[in-house]
T-cell receptor
């Protein structure tokens, strides 16, 4: 099956610094990648949709200047949390969509990244 | 706008028994996909089962099966012969049949406990 990796799996950073999370599709080309945030025992909250070669589309309430998303290739999307604060501490999950015959029906999820801001 | 509702925050089942997790959704579309995802303590999202709305036959994957009632907009997951490894959070999700975004809409999740 299709594999999506995320790096790092865990990161601790100091308040005010920036941290970058990478999401890679290892064995398929992902025209679209999605970034989610998940709080403990809660559902996945979609933050943004990342399309290769174009600007990301952010969900309402998500600060685009704080959560910078770059989808530079068909296999890589990055999420940069800028000027991180303790309230940004969370579990971040990416997923990638493989476009099949113009119809997409499945997303493949990365293992997630736990961000702790001290 | 589409919505997905899981009304059972927590469920428990005895090992080897059967449990059913509920999910309802709302949409005005006629073609779409429905999914059940499992999120174990590792937090890796795992696709359990997928149902295409245009198919009348309920999807099955080994011990996992769904009861898809399109008119009622209901999509429940039945786990037979429950195993300790089935303990996880389960999410029901709605996906567009054909869309430029392909966004999934998730329910709130149901935490399943399996008792030995």
């Amino acid at each position: 099956g299709a594999v999506v990796s995320q790096h790092p799996s865990r990161v601790i950073c100091k308040s005010g610094t920036s941290v970058k999370i990478e999401c890679r599709s290892l064995d398929f080309q992902a025209t679209t990648m999605f970034w989610y945030r998940q709080f403990p025992k809660k559902s996945l909250m979609l933050m943004a949709t990342s399309n290769e070669g174009s600007k990301a589309t952010y969900e309402q309430g998500v600060e685009k200047d704080k959560f910078l998303i770059n989808h530079a290739s068909l296999t890589l999307s990055t999420l940069t949390v800028t000027s991180a604060h303790p309230e940004d501490s969370s579990f971040y999950i990416c997923s990638a969509r493989e476009l099949l015959a113009g119809v997409s029906y499945e997303q493949y999820f990365g293992p997630g990244t736990r961000l702790t801001v001290t | 706008a589409q919505t997905v509702t899981q009304s059972q925050p927590e469920m428990s089942v005895q090992e080897a028994e059967t449990v059913t997790l509920s999910c309802t959704y709302d949409t005005s579309e006629s073609d779409y996909y429905l999914f059940w995802y499992k999120q174990p303590p590792s937090r890796q999202m795992i696709l359990v089962i997928r149902q295409e709305a245009y198919k009348q036959q309920n999807a099955t994957e080994n011990r996992f099966s769904v009861n898809f009632q399109k008119a009622a907009k209901s999509f429940s997951l039945k786990i037979s012969d429950s195993q300790l490894g089935d303990a996880a959070m389960y999410f029901c999700a709605y996906g567009p049949f054909s869309s430029n975004t392909g966004k999934l809409i998730f329910g709130q999740g149901t935490t399943l406990q399996v008792k030995p």
